[in-house]
């Protein structure tokens, strides 16, 4: 025991804060800008590319919903036919070319070429990304325009628009996070950009993101550490339940960290790679859980004690997605009562009696009944931006850990008021 | 095939409507009245008492949630200590007698054991929900005084009180509905009675409902009819997805309609007393929903084509209870995109290409696309207070047909302003 937690200190890397944006990682460029498909007056940026200057090592995640849009086929395509190389990620906003038929998919498909055309690459080595409205048609001439224009800006080196902003549909904030790691004493950058605000209960990712790093790694040791990360971060937010037809993300590598490799999962630089990408992606997951559509609160949904760790996610998520609790943590009631209740029905065995639940620091509820506890100071520490749910099940190893907001009349109004 | 089709036509039997209420039942008394546990100025009816005049067949099914409340676990005690016998139901509202300790488990007991004593009948005999807030606990004085005058209402005949308000928290309206059928060439009765509003996706019951008749029916087959109806109907509703640590659901059954008895599952008088009590159970699932805390429309999902019915009613359920569904129809919002999103992430196997959406009359989506329909026309189908989903996912024989609401500002104003 006492030699397994030595192994587990040595592993241990350390990771550095860092405010970059994902065109300061070495070898990476960006451009956005409006080509017409957001109709607000203001002209909001809804194009935007993602230009590498040489192949890079390149990962993804996708929806599993069975209803998966045109962008989606093409991206686990084009991943598979360039062996994971990747010079360029497209993606537009306003519009999710999903339930749009043989057209959506020749649209998704005509758009990598065109910038394959211009940035002078295969089109397989193009990734596309569209998020926005279900079942409307890409406007291809608008977006044509759009893409001769990043192309062009992304190779002068003009930094134009902000390429968080390009991606935000019901979004209020960009969310990017930037971390900083050593591999065999070389500093190697990582920068992350998503969004996502409805819609959100990823499955294997959210609903559109990328990563960049500079560091050298082999592209299956990059698809193992996504797939590794996303299940612990992305695919442990959600907003509302409802796993987007669109969700998409990708971590792409440069190489020019000039790192001894990374070429097997386990081996040297391996640990502080997986721990610079944890730290970016946990980042952009708690944003997006506190931009849910009409969120006042962040919650997190910590369970333990459960047999499994598989059980203890069971019962965060059926928690963290219950309307009666979101509901009263948006009136910052300590209504512990509707979270046990949630609990209870998660489909996982367990004894009320021996479960413990703690809400913001107070605990709530112990041994099968309610813990003697001061109501007012519960209900003002509920009025923070930020919940904390701790349910102790039992005293098993499982544990999990989500992301997730409140459910209020913003909401309500975002979804019944937004016509399609 | 053709024999089986005539068999099934045979079976057919004629269900009458009728406008009774459970004590027009022969052979049942109710009363019900203020007994302090709802704080509300005008007094509402706050406990009530089903009164058999002699022993009765009784069939329950509870609440699946791992969290449930004394008074279910005291049903279920009780059921099988009277080897399925009972004289009288208890139901107090406002406080659910939940996450209670041994504290609530001896106050479900004591208030049988008073029931007992005043209606001289042994105290497993008497069965007791309770409903309203979780972690409180129960007024056991004023329960006694309200125990002690319901007993003597029922006893001498006085109906005072409505049965079916005495039992709402939540609920706008109450909840009750009633058939006649022929069994062996009498008539008999059944009528029923519910509530629920809110926390309401039953799980072998909705959150309280009892239904009563006067047929002769044997008690391993009365708990084997409403084990079979709950599952279509209640088990088929939905609000918001959140099971309740109380639901239960009674069937008492008087003999007094002297009909040959019933005595075996699918033999002689079964298929009538199935029809009358699925066309009660039927009526009441509908009211649940309709009645939907904040509901503006009811909503009727049917899913069809699948391999098999728990296909379908994965599929039905996971669109019934998507917050993007509801939302968007509240606000008469043809958006068949999340309807379909909602059917892709339930863990199903089907083909988008292969499926067709109709919403309220209207055919949305056929072919993996939009299907030409007109916008306007389908926004003002969505106005009536009734609308209907019905996805064809393939050419499988699986079905399935669930109720539910949409999600409106009413129902987070509730949940969010109703403090424990």
Not at 270 to 286: E, F, K, M, Q
């Amino acid at each position: 025991m006492q030699g397994k937690q030595k192994k587990q200190s040595a592993a241990r890397v350390e990771v550095t804060p860092w405010d970059g944006l994902i065109h300061d990682v070495p070898g990476f460029r960006t451009a956005s800008l409006h080509c017409g498909l957001k109709t607000a007056k203001e002209e909001p940026p809804d194009l935007a590319l993602l230009y590498c200057e040489q192949p890079c090592a390149a990962a993804g995640v996708f929806t599993q919903n069975r209803v998966c849009a045109a962008p989606v086929t093409l991206c686990r395509e084009h991943l598979k036919k360039s062996k994971h190389r990747a010079r360029a990620l497209i993606i537009n906003a306003g519009c999710a070319n999903a339930c749009t038929g043989e057209q959506g998919k020749r649209d998704a498909r005509t758009m990598a070429e065109w910038v394959a055309a211009r940035a002078l690459c295969k089109p397989e080595e193009v990734l596309v990304f569209s998020t926005g409205v279900i079942g409307h048609k890409l406007p291809m001439d608008k977006i044509e325009v759009g893409i001769e224009r990043t192309v062009m800006f992304a190779k002068e080196q003009k930094i134009t628009g902000d390429f968080a902003r390009g991606i935000m549909t019901t979004d209020l904030v960009p969310k990017t996070a930037a971390a900083i790691v050593k591999i065999g004493g070389k500093p190697v950058h990582v920068a992350g950009v998503c969004k996502g605000s409805g819609m959100i209960a990823p499955n294997m990712a959210t609903l559109l993101g990328v990563t960049v790093t500079d560091a050298a790694v082999a592209p299956a040791v990059l698809q193992a550490a996504l797939a590794d990360i996303a299940d612990g971060t992305f695919n442990c937010t959600t907003v509302d339940g409802d796993t987007s037809t669109n969700d998409s993300f990708v971590f792409l590598a440069s190489g020019l960290a000039r790192n001894p490799p990374v070429t097997r999962v386990g081996g040297p630089g391996y640990d502080a790679l997986r721990a610079g990408l944890y730290s970016v992606c946990d980042s952009l997951a708690r944003q997006i859980a506190a931009d849910g559509e009409g969120a006042k609160h962040l919650i997190t949904v910590y369970v333990g004690g459960t047999r499994n760790d598989a059980d203890a996610r069971r019962i965060a998520r059926t928690i963290a997605e219950s309307p009666l609790v979101k509901t009263a943590i948006a009136g910052n009631d300590p209504n512990w009562g509707r979270i046990l209740a949630a609990a209870g029905r998660a489909g996982v065995v367990f004894d009320p009696d021996e479960a413990a639940l703690t809400v913001s620091g107070h605990e709530l509820f112990r041994g099968g009944q309610p813990a003697g506890f001061d109501r007012a100071a519960v209900a003002a520490a509920l009025k923070a931006p930020e919940v904390s749910v701790v349910l102790l099940a039992g005293d098993g190893p499982g544990r999990a850990r989500l992301y997730t907001c409140d459910l209020t009349h913003g909401y309500v109004s975002i979804n019944a008021e937004y016509h399609t």
